[in-house]
T-cell receptor
Framework: DTEVTQTPKHLVMGMTNKKSLKCEQHMGHRAMYWYKQKAKKPPELMFVYSYEKLSINESVPSRFSPECPNSSLLNLHLHALQPEDSALYLC?????????????FGPGTRLTVT | AQSVTQLDSHVSVSEGTPVLLRCNYSSSYSPSLFWYVQHPNKGLQLLLKYTSAATLVKGINGFEAEFKKSETSFHLTKPSAHMSDAAEYFCALFKYGNKLVFGAGTILRVKS
């Protein structure tokens, strides 16, 4: 099973709201990623977790707060977002960080900030 | 610097004709290269991966890609396009630190 699941599929939130995106994989992967994809653009890396520890933060604003509660779950907590944060948020996982293992992507959460 | 360039933003083919999506790379070492496909409002699906074991890589759904070091290219091909192939395709390069660097994408249109 090479499935990465993400919830919710769609999310609309106001600029003062707090919400969370969730990602889950059961492939035993030890690296998990958050990407942001704006319309008509390629995905851009936001965060990497390796063995449940934050490994890479691509200078993402603090209104995005990642969390990895266990090896199968990855959350992205959102607070005080701006309309320009509206995008498709993709989660991915791979066997390990630091190798060229394939990354498997979830279907994404379409976020709209009003 | 490691990067990939997709040479066409849009490609249009007729159903049953060959598909060619072009990708050039820049890397100071032997690269690991990937092709992903993204259907509308979906996540990315891995088509194939090159890691120097063989220059011709076969992927899913009849796609294959050939690594040409002399041309720094990794073009994606399929002998016969199907309507379901209409999607956006991303070439990607693995960068040190487990960071995937994506090209800008190529939208493939398949005409009936």
């Amino acid at each position: 099973d090479t499935e990465v699941t993400q919830t919710p599929k769609h999310l609309v939130m106001g600029m003062t709201n707090k919400k969370s995106l969730k990602c889950e994989q059961h492939m035993g992967h030890r690296a998990m990623y958050w990407y942001k994809q704006k319309a008509k653009k390629p995905p851009e890396l936001m965060f990497v977790y390796s063995y449940e520890k934050l490994s890479i933060n691509e200078s993402v604003p603090s209104r995005f707060s990642p969390e990895c509660p266990n090896s199968s779950l990855l959350n992205l907590h959102l607070h005080a977002l701006q309309p320009e944060d509206s995008a498709l948020y993709l989660c991915a996982s791979s066997q390990q960080q630091g190798t060229d293992d394939e990354q498997y992507f979830g279907p994404g959460t379409r976020l709209t900030v009003t | 610097a490691q990067s990939v360039t997709q040479l066409d933003s849009h490609v249009s083919v007729s159903e049953g004709t060959p598909v060619l999506l072009r990708c050039n790379y820049s890397s100071s070492y032997s690269p690991s290269l990937f092709w992903y496909v993204q259907h509308p409002n979906k996540g990315l699906q891995l088509l194939l991966k090159y890691t120097s074991a063989a220059t011709l890589v076969k992927g899913i759904n009849g796609f294959e890609a050939e690594f040409k070091k002399s041309e720094t290219s990794f073009h994606l091909t399929k002998p016969s396009a199907h309507m379901s192939d209409a999607a956006e395709y991303f070439c990607a390069l693995f960068k040190y630190g487990n960071k995937l660097v994506f090209g800008a994408g190529t939208i493939l249109r398949v005409k009936s």
